[in-house]
């Protein structure tokens, strides 16, 4: 067999409308779900300041994908990760961790940078960012092989 196999496991499920999108849904699905003591991941799309909210209030954690749908805050949390890189950290706190993974004639390395939202300067509309407590930035590097 060729190509990637992506296994999912389905938690729940509601159907959206014609006319509405992930962001609409995603709300209504977390309402099904006992999250309590979870911690729930979503995507770009799903990175709204009510879901985490919605999250929280359920007692669980949340890590939501930072992308291009944030423009101020991305190019905030880019630029700092950037010029920390370029100055080693100095004086921040911090992790690092770094994993190779080979699997499916692949190899793919993967760089991940943690810090507590105490060491950035006020990021765009943080407060609205109930729970916020870490940016992570994570660098993924593939590379196939024979």
């Known amino acids: ?3 990637r196999l992506i296994y999912r496991l389905v938690l729940g499920q509601v ?10 849904v995603i709300p209504a699905l977390l309402e ?20 985490a909210s919605q999250i929280l209030n359920a007692k669980a954690d949340y890590v939501l994908a930072l992308k291009g749908n944030h423009p101020t805050l991305y190019g905030q949390v880019k630029n700092w990760f950037e010029q920390q890189l370029s100055q080693g950290f100095k004086g ?12 499916h004639h692949r190899t793919e390395k993967r760089q991940i940078w943690c810090a507590p939202i105490s060491q950035l300067q ?20 593939p590379h196939l092989w024979n």
């Open 1 to 3: 067999m060729h190509g």
């Open 15 to 24: 159907k959206q409308d014609d006319k509405s999108n992930e962001v609409t």
């Open 32 to 51: 099904l779900l006992d999250m309590a003591g979870c911690i729930i991941t979503i995507d770009a799309m799903g990175t709204q300041t009510a879901i």
């Open 92 to 103: 921040i706190i911090h992790s690092y961790d770094k994993r190779v993974e080979k699997d």
């Open 122 to 141: 006020t990021l765009h509309n943080q407060d609205n960012w109930v729970g916020l407590k870490w940016v992570v930035m994570v660098v993924r590097v």
